[in-house]
């Protein structure tokens, strides 16, 4: 899927705009070499830099040059995410800042022998990046200084006055995490392990030997955790149906049953990994193993992801899916239904519709974005 000259064109003219980079800067070849790296990820569905260098929208370029300009971009010290990516994540948590903001902690394997500890936002039910830090190592737990680190940034761009939930899995019930948290205001549901220490009611157990039974649930309020007696905490022991152990939860939160209701909010974060893995744009296949190169082009693969997100909205506001798709259901992610979008539109002679923001209602007309392509 071949991405032309003027909607490269329009993109860097919208990321120049949102970013105040002038004309004839340094600045400026940065942000043309992420361009034609959105460009080429989105077309390509790939990060590898030979497979983008085929499908940059650049003439005249030998393939090995392009190359060579994405592996300089990626080892640039210039480049970081609080410059290129920072200003488009503090706009969607602005959009969304009079809600009560809901993040999800995960971490993935990426490149080779990386992984990317990532929080991302929740927006309408799907995951967006919101922040990240990449580390070398394999796939299992990061140390909890990590998790403490990725708060700290997390505080930078989200409003003090913002209502924050953080969901995680088993990674991330440490204590230390739990008080960082806290610290900031928010609040918290992650999974912990059968095995972690309570203390209720001058009684002690492990969380394992809460008692649930299949199809049920039980909450103990006020209780303390591990040996250092962290709390007060909320346990929660929640057997869904069809299911064969249960699953264990901490929580800041009051509401035991909002806590089940949000925590399975967690998941989605599983399907933006899928999209920017093997079901778009495979950065497990990276050949980075450098933390800090691999950090760099996550810049340009979550600004992909964004441009495609809106894509997706803006088809349907447009009545394109029956274009492409089925009329009697959709089975697409709006991942799927964005890059059919960009597919149609291209085939078509339809202007490509270039924004790197999305609105707080989903339901507003998104006829407003920062440009177009011609056609």
Sequence with gaps: MPINFQTYRTIKRTLAQALHIRRASHQEQHL????ILICGIVAAQHVQFAQIADHAPIRGRKTESLIGRFRRWVKHEAITPESYWLPFARE???????????????????????????????????????????????????????????IRQLREIIPPDAKVLLLGDGEFDGTLLQASIRQAGWHYVCRTATNILIVASNRVFTVGDLPVAPGEAVAITDVQMTASRYGPVTLIGVWDAGYAEPLYLITSLPDADLAIERYRLRFRIECMFANHKSRGFHIHKSHLTDPARLGRLLIATSLAYLWVQALALFAREQDWLSQFHRSDRCDLSLFQIGIRALRYAQREGKRVPVQFHLPANVCSVLTHANGFSAR
């Excluded at 043309?32 to 361009?35: D, K, S, V």
């Excluded at 995951?127 to 990590?146: D, F, Q, R, S």
């Design 92 to 150: 969607l948590v602005a959009g969304l800042a009079q809600t009560q903001l809901t993040i999800v902690l995960d971490g993935t394997v990426a490149g080779r022998g990386c992984v990317v500890l990532m929080a991302s936002l929740i927006y309408h039910g799907r995951a967006i990046p919101l922040h990240w830090t990449v580390v070398k190592g394999k796939k299992g737990h990061l140390p909890e200084a990590l998790h403490c680190a990725l």
């Design 32 to 35: 043309n070499t992420l361009a």
